[in-house]
């Protein structure tokens, strides 16, 4: 799984790393995406893509 986050489009509301803290985690308020996201994690990733409001998160399977 690749999870990337565009960090000129995350607005640094955090829900990502509320909703997948195993994949995301803010810094300087914004999202980044932990080093080797675990497989398993994908339904957590993939909500968390889906609730970020400016649509920053990308993940390919």
Not at 5 to 31: H, K, T, W
Not at 44 to 55: D, I, K, L, M, T
């Amino acid at each position: 799984m690749t999870v990337t986050v565009d960090a000129a489009a995350c607005i640094g509301c955090s829900m990502c790393a509320y909703a997948a803290p195993g994949i995301f985690r803010m810094e300087n308020r914004v999202s980044t995406v932990l080093p080797e996201p675990d497989e398993t994690q994908y339904d957590r990733a993939a909500g968390a893509a889906n609730r970020c409001p400016v649509n920053a998160i990308k993940i390919r399977k």
